[in-house]
């Protein structure tokens, strides 16, 4: 069988060659422990989590003790999120998000306020942007945090973070930013930003599954959070379970790539995205989801109308990899929360496909999945 094209970048990535070639050692020959530190292979091992931690912190204008490695962007968004209300409950029980943010953000939420807490979950315009005005009313005496995604993994949305960082800053409330998807492809800087805790993943980077990071800010202000894995102690407690050495010189690596190439591939899936934009925007069916430009480079979400969503993704199958605007939990298929707060109908929010532009994607591919979608659209309407 062909294997599709696979258009499904936010999803995640395949491993690029070179984040491979970096982390083969240290299965097998470099494989200790970072935390022996009575022997060789233990100096060896935590050499070069020292030297990817250093990476890792330099990207982002951090420093290497305020990376602490998580098994991806869903802990490290739990970590800020119970770490943060654990550490400030005496301070407040208020905190603040937004009803596009992943499900690592919301159910996180939805589980504090079992125990006690409140959340206002800020609404988005037609365009999937907050509104700052709306942030700033939300902001009360007894707010703790503020967690808005950097860039939306079904919309591609740029939320305006700086301007958000301001403020929270100004408010003396703390910031958080989930970044799985904007970390590599846009510029993040947590001084700059006035960032407090940033949530990283090393998968949709072209690194390997089941690797991230927290920042944790450690000045002005010191920000603290309660573990909520206890064990051996590392990572200054914060996060306790023995590091995984490969994973983490892959996501360093990982990231070292995409941000020497950040400029050159923001160019190639932004004329990608462009030219598939301007194939599909000739069926007067098909309509975008999300704002115009302020988004990922990679990323294209349609709507068509008049189309059963299912029959569609079935005729698209063969072809390429994507996702649709639904979430498939089980035995329910819901329509996505994203699209939904968008304001658009079920129908709508269900006849959604979801494209993730990458690094090894061509326009030869990009051509078959336009001719392919567009006769797909014209047989089942
Ligand atoms: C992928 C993703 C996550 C989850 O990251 P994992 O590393 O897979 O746990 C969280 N938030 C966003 C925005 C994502 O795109």
């Not at 009803?99 to 807490?117: I, R, W």
């Not at 800053?169 to 930013?177: A, E, P």
Request: aromatic fraction near 6%; glycine fraction near 8%.
């Amino acid at each position: 069988m062909h294997r599709p094209i696979y258009l499904d970048c936010h999803a995640t990535t395949p491993v690029d060659e070179r984040v491979l070639a970096a982390m083969l050692p240290y299965f097998r020959e470099n494989f200790g422990n970072p935390a022996s530190v009575g022997h060789f292979y233990g100096w060896e091992a935590e050499a070069a989590v020292k030297l990817a931690r250093e990476t890792i912190a330099q990207t982002i204008n951090a420093t290497p003790e305020e990376i602490i490695f998580t098994s991806g962007a869903t802990e490290a968004n739990n970590l800020a999120l119970k770490g943060v209300a654990e550490a400030y409950h005496l301070k407040g029980r208020h905190l603040i998000t937004v009803q596009t943010e992943h499900n690592a953000v919301l159910d996180p939420c939805v589980y504090l306020q079992s125990l006690g807490f409140e959340v206002t979950y800020l609404p988005v315009n037609a365009d999937g942007l907050i509104d700052l005005q709306d942030l700033e009313r939300a902001i009360r005496a007894d707010t703790i945090l503020v967690s808005v995604m950097a860039a939306n993994n079904e919309i591609g949305v740029l939320q305006p973070i700086a301007q958000i960082g301001q403020i929270c800053r100004s408010h003396q409330v703390l910031f958080h930013s989930d970044a799985a998807q904007a970390i590599g492809k846009i510029p993040l800087d947590v001084e700059a930003m006035q960032i407090d805790l940033l949530s990283l993943t090393a998968h949709k980077i072209y690194g390997v599954k089941g690797i991230g990071a927290l920042y944790v800010r450690r000045r002005q202000p010191r920000v603290s959070i309660a573990p909520q894995l206890h064990g051996g102690g590392h990572e200054r407690g914060m996060r306790s379970g023995t590091l995984y050495t490969p994973q983490i010189v892959g996501f360093a690596k990982a990231l070292e790539i995409a941000i020497a190439s950040q400029e050159e591939e923001h160019q190639k899936t932004l004329s990608l995205r462009e030219h598939l934009w301007q194939r599909l925007s000739e069926c007067d069916r098909i309509i975008l989801n999300g704002h115009r430009q302020q988004r990922l480079a990679g990323n294209l979400n349609i709507s068509v109308k008049g189309v059963n969503g299912q029959a569609l993704m079935l005729a698209l199958q063969p072809i390429v990899a994507i996702s649709s605007g639904s979430a498939c939990t089980s035995a329910k298929t819901t329509p996505s929360h994203v699209l939904m707060a968008l304001g658009h109908s079920q129908e709508l929010a269900y006849a959604s496909i979801r494209f993730g532009i990458g690094r090894f994607n061509t326009f030869e591919e990009i051509e078959i999945v336009a001719d392919h979608l567009l006769a797909s659209v014209r047989s089942l309407q």
